[in-house]
């Protein structure tokens, strides 16, 4: 199977996936359907009403409840849907009863009998609570079925997932990922998360995933089980995933859950009509509330439905517009460990920034502290690192932010460019080595000035903790990793703080650099008598490092 990628955006794609009856358009929702509930919305409204071009149902279940029929009539007729549909296995019953009356040979070939057009191997999911032993079996019984799958499948237009089990014993899953990659199936899943997401543990999700799509193949999709509320999609899919089922819209409406794009409310509390979707358009809340109970459920079951496919829309308009990280930020403040599941992106920068496109359409936007994790800082770091100084440059010359960017063209640093222009002789002046301070990047290279993104970014005036965290680590590891003689270090105070400035101080001192720091605590950088100590500053630094015998006096 071949998963054509149109767009990417962090690990996102929106990609196309070719099965037998259509042609599915990633990241994409599958509703999870139960032919056998009492209640639930039909197959036939998902496809008419909602749009829906896949669904996900249990093959499992048709097989002990209806296994002739639904071979004589083919799944498509036997629940009354003529779109793409993706039969499980049922593992997700062996997970909740610890057995199912199938053989995995006997279920294969009842999904290839019944015409899915999406069919999943029995795996033994792992869970998310079990004990180091048992884990590994999950693991081990998994690849050895799906090595069992190799040689027993008929068909070739089925597309076969293969999943990927470890819960959280990441070592397991990084070798369950390997194992499973070796295999020639055309979709693979993130098996077991329920239990994670249904106790909040966004953090162990994260590893979970990441770990699982950094050991498999890059070009085939990933199929998230489970998904829960629509608030985490984003995230999920900025990780890479692109096909996701869920059942929540109806498991949620049994409680009488209403779906909103700031968490969950029970129906009950809310005094304001939050939601003009098809499904609520034509009641009031106090009318959703009093209605039968039934009619209650289909009701808040569509709404919550709408809600997690418009979501998967907001999800693509963002991969296109080059905005998913900060739809990932907005969706992370609806719940403390969703944050917390944002955070722990800070061990998997490397993953996100090799998978991210390096030019966007528009400018890049500092939300919040977690915007210091987007791949486009994690990129500039790296390149940071890596670039050499311009020769023959030996001064390092650091400036304060000015407010407008590209820095190199504003008001602030043509003054202080006339300074270096008086102080150093023209050919002396390409000694000189220019960067400026960032809340966003950290530091940023006079050259590299004018490059994508560090001349289109916004942040606020005021600073996080943490972005002057990143200033001081990114002005310390660049002295370290550049070889410089001296430094002139030209600080807006209220970016950089005493201690930072100390900081510096004593690592230019370790490494054998001449270093000297302007203005005086307190004092505006850009005033006539702060300009002047950066000109004295100067003047010091050029005469020391000119002197014939080359040497330099301790700062």
């Known amino acids: 199977m071949a998963f054509e990628i149109k767009h990417k955006d962090a690990c996102g794609r929106i990609g196309r996936i070719t099965t037998k009856t259509g042609v599915l358009e990633t990241p994409i929702l599958l509703p999870v359907v139960n032919p056998f509930a009492t209640r639930g919305l039909p197959p036939r409204i998902l496809e008419t009403e909602f749009g829906c071009e896949a669904i996900i149902t249990n093959a499992y279940l048709l ?6 029929q639904a071979v004589r009539s083919d799944v498509h007729k036997q629940i009354d849907f003529s779109k793409s549909i993706m039969t499980d296995s049922g593992a997700y019953q062996l997970l909740l009863y610890g057995d199912v009356e199938v053989t995995p040979n006997e279920i294969l070939s009842f999904q290839e009998d019944i015409g899915s057009d999406i069919a999943v191997i029995l795996d033994v999911p792992t869970g998310g609570h079990e004990k180091t032993e048992r884990a590994k079996f999950t693991v081990d019984e998994t690849i050895r079925r799906a090595h069992e799958w190799e040689n027993a499948k ?48 966004y953090d162990k999700l994260v590893d979970l995933i990441a770990t699982a799509k950094i050991n498999l193949p890059i070009e085939r999709p990933v199929h998230l089980f489970g998904a829960g509320h629509p608030s985490m999609f984003s995230l999920a899919v900025a990780l890479g995933c692109d096909m996701f089922d869920s059942a929540s819209y109806v498991l949620y409406a049994k409680d009488d859950r209403y779906m909103t794009s700031f968490g969950t409310r029970r129906l009950h509390e809310l005094k304001e009509k939050v939601c003009i979707c098809p499904a609520c358009e034509k009641f009031s809340m106090k009318e959703m509330t009093s209605l039968p109970n039934d009619e209650r459920f289909n009701l808040i079951a569509k709404h919550n439905l709408y809600l997690c496919l418009n979501e998967i829309r907001v999800i693509k308009q963002a991969i296109y517009e080059g905005r998913l990280w900060e739809l990932v930020e907005v969706r992370a403040r609806t719940h403390p460990q969703l944050l917390e599941g944002v955070k722990k992106l800070r061990h998997y920068r490397r993953y996100l920034e090799k998978y991210s496109p390096v030019i966007k359409p528009h400018a890049i936007f500092y939300s919040s502290p977690e915007s210091l994790l987007r791949p486009e800082v994690t990129r500039h770091l790296m390149k940071l690192n890596t670039t050499p100084v311009p020769a023959p440059a030996e001064i390092l010359v650091i400036l304060p932010e000015p407010q407008k960017r590209p820095f190199s063209k504003t008001k602030e640093q043509r003054k202080y460019r006339k300074i270096l222009r008086g102080v150093f002789h023209d050919h002396d002046l ?41 200033i001081s680590q990114t002005i310390r590891a660049y002295i370290k990793n550049h070889k410089y003689s001296a430094a002139v270090i030209h600080f807006d105070h209220r970016v950089i703080g005493h201690e930072s400035v100390k900081r510096i101080m004593e690592s230019c001192n370790e490494l054998g650099v001449y270093v000297l720091v302007t203005p005086k605590e307190r004092l505006n950088p850009r005033s006539k008598q702060a300009l002047e100590e950066f000109r004295i500053a100067l003047t010091e630094v050029y005469e020391t490092t000119a002197k014939p015998s080359g040497t330099i006096r301790p700062s």
């Open 430 to 470: 390409r000694k000189v080595h220019i960067c400026t301070v960032s809340k966003f990047f950290g530091l940023i290279p006079m050259e590299l000035d004018e490059t994508y993104p560090l001349a289109q970014h916004e942040v606020p005036r005021t600073m996080d903790l943490e972005s002057k965290k990143l």
């Open 63 to 68: 097989w002990r409840h209806s296994r002739d």
């Open 154 to 201: 008929r068909r070739e237009d089925v597309l076969w997932v293969g999943p990927v089990q470890g819960g959280t014993y990441l070592d397991l899953v990084e070798y369950s990922a390997k194992e499973m990659a070796k295999m020639n199936f055309s979709i693979h899943a993130i098996g077991s998360p329920t239990q994670i997401m249904e106790s909040y543990r």
